[in-house]
């Protein structure tokens, strides 16, 4: 009988452990985070209504001054940018979250809990990736009509709208493995004024000829502002090599560099 239940009991593992308990897991796990984000009054202001607010305070009073300025639309410029700050956004809320599950002990019962371990960060990528899109589209459709426009065909109309999940789900591999690692809350919101500074000193807040011309090179060359430099090429006119380019080498390095941090602290905050 003892030999029976400890082939039971390993081949119970080896099921919990297999390629398709890892993704019925992470689905199952999936819904339970987007249930709890849709549920939590934080979490929704900060990934949908204060980004279509910001979208629509901008447009109202310095829209009209970059007309003037430039002679296009301002929205080709704030639009990217208010998409890109509400996935930065989002993912801030989504690690303070995290850190709470961490101090309830929610994430030590789910590692004691027949579960397949890849599943609880699998997942949280999963959602964070679902969260940032339906905010992108919520924040295009509100720019639409205002008066934004796709004029660059269907493909560059995809691209656009996967940069925002890509960049969102840099930074949010960035915040995990700060949550995970730290007990305070208020270092991850802390993170919220590095996102500020990064939407104030960007080419979607005001064009590049704007600011001083000691402080161009760095606004032309961070994240936000390359990101929106592609997406503002994507969606209307412009260069776009560079400016992608430069959007997928941030991205993909932000990914490179706190992706084991982000899973070792995971693992770790799952097992006090």
Not at 46 to 56: A, G, K, N
Not at 240 to 262: K, Y
Request: hydrophobic share 55%; with cysteine; aromatic share 8%.
């Amino acid at each position: 009988m003892a030999l029976l239940a400890e082939r039971t009991a390993a081949a119970r593992a080896d099921a919990e452990m297999s390629a398709a308990s890892l993704v019925r897991h992470t689905m199952i796990q999936t819904h339970r985070l987007l249930l709890r984000w849709a549920r939590n009054p934080v979490t929704l202001l900060e990934t949908l209504i204060i980004p279509c607010l910001l979208l629509i305070m901008l447009e109202t009073v310095i829209g009209g001054q970059i007309r003037k300025f430039t002679g296009g639309s301002a929205l080709y410029g704030s639009v990217p940018m208010v998409t890109l700050v509400g996935a930065l956004s989002g993912a801030v809320a989504g690690g303070v979250l995290l850190g709470r599950e961490r101090d309830a002990g929610l994430l030590a019962r789910f590692w004691v809990l027949p579960v397949h371990r890849a599943s609880g960060l699998a997942s949280r990528i999963l959602a964070e990736g679902c969260r940032i899109f339906a905010g992108t589209l919520a924040i295009i459709l509100v720019g639409y009509l205002l008066g934004f426009r796709f004029h660059q065909g269907v493909l560059a109309t995809l691209v656009f709208l996967l940069i925002p999940v890509l960049f969102g789900l840099a930074f949010a591999t960035v915040v995990t493995a700060v949550a995970v690692f730290t007990a305070k809350a208020t270092l991850v919101e802390a993170i919220t004024i590095l996102t500020s500074l990064m939407m104030f000193f960007s080419t979607g807040f005001v064009p590049l000829a704007a600011y001083p011309q000691w402080i161009q090179p760095i606004v032309r060359n961070q994240p936000m502002s390359v990101a929106v430099d592609a997406m503002k090429a994507l969606a209307l006119e412009g260069p776009l090599a560079r400016p992608l380019t430069l959007t997928l080498l941030w991205s993909l390095a932000a990914i490179t560099l706190f992706a084991i941090p982000a899973t070792i602290g995971y693992r770790r905050a799952s097992r006090r």
